[in-house]
């Protein structure tokens, strides 16, 4: 084994020791947060909200990751529907300066058709997107209090939460500084930033995809999607002209005489 092998190992374990572990219950600032995050081993999970360090409990099928799915599945449905529009699931959000959540799902408007957000030149996501999700299940009530003080605080315009112990979903819209639960119509909450986003809350429960797209598809029906839809869709690029290189051969001058 040459020394170019051993460098690598030990210039790693050098790194770190320089910057100390993210450990549940720290209290960091946003900064010092991102700074261990993005030094800590492959595989560790961790939010901060509230200024607190968080990592979660193992996530099982049934009781989290089935449901986290159901909801960004949603999204995309209505991504699809909506050329423009992003949409995602823990992806590192730089809220503010004391939180830095990895929300289930989110949904947000490009910062070029007017959106809140902000993609930073590393590829993370910097303010509030308009739409977040989570699946609350040993989580519930942080979900429920601390990041939902964080996300209204910080402008998240609407807010989904989906008890799995308690076969419920929770849908908060932004209104003066609050968020406050609007009414549902035979069970379907209707977005009030994207245009035709339904949620059939008990379709959604029940995993059942099909009802959930049939909701999405009767809003865009029923809305003003389209106008929304043509704000946000991207520019289309115009193809750029072929250019044409013309060789002229001219013939050799025969030799002598």
């Given at each position: ?47 901060l ?7 979660p ?5 049934r ?47 490009p ?14 996501i ?44 929770d ?28 949620l059939n ?16 598809d ?15 869709r ?19 001058k025969?030799?002598g005489?």
């Amino acid at each position: 084994m040459d020394a170019s092998t051993l460098a690598a190992p030990i210039a790693d374990s050098a790194r770190s020791r320089a910057v100390p572990a993210l450990h549940n219950g720290d209290h960091l600032s946003r900064d010092e947060f991102h700074r261990r995050y993005s030094a800590a081993p492959p595989g560790l999970s961790a939010e901060l909200i509230e200024a607190i360090v968080y990592t979660p409990s193992p996530l099982r099928y049934r009781f989290h990751a089935k449901q986290n799915d159901d909801l960004i599945t949603w999204m995309g449905y209505y991504r699809a529907k909506t050329p423009g529009v992003s949409s995602g699931g823990n992806a590192t959000v730089k809220l503010d300066l004391d939180n830095e959540p990895q929300p289930d799902a989110l949904l947000f408007i490009p910062p070029a058709a007017g959106g809140q957000v902000k993609i930073d030149e590393d590829s993370y996501i910097v303010g509030a997107p308009e739409l977040v999700a989570e699946v609350s299940g040993s989580t519930v009530s942080m979900d429920l209090h601390q990041k939902l003080n964080a996300y209204r605080r910080n402008g998240v315009r609407e807010y989904v939460v989906c008890r799995v112990d308690d076969h419920a979903i929770d849908y908060f819209i932004l209104r003066e500084g609050q968020f406050v639960p609007p009414t549902a119509t035979d069970g379907i909450y209707k977005s009030e930033v994207f245009p035709g986003l339904w949620l059939n809350a008990p379709a959604m429960l029940a995993g059942d995809l099909a009802a959930v797209f049939a909701a999405v598809d009767k809003g865009i029906a029923a809305s003003d999607h389209a106008a929304f839809a043509k704000r946000v869709r991207p520019p289309t690029k115009r193809p750029s002209k072929p250019s044409y290189t013309i060789i002229i051969v001219l013939p050799a001058k025969p030799c002598g005489g």
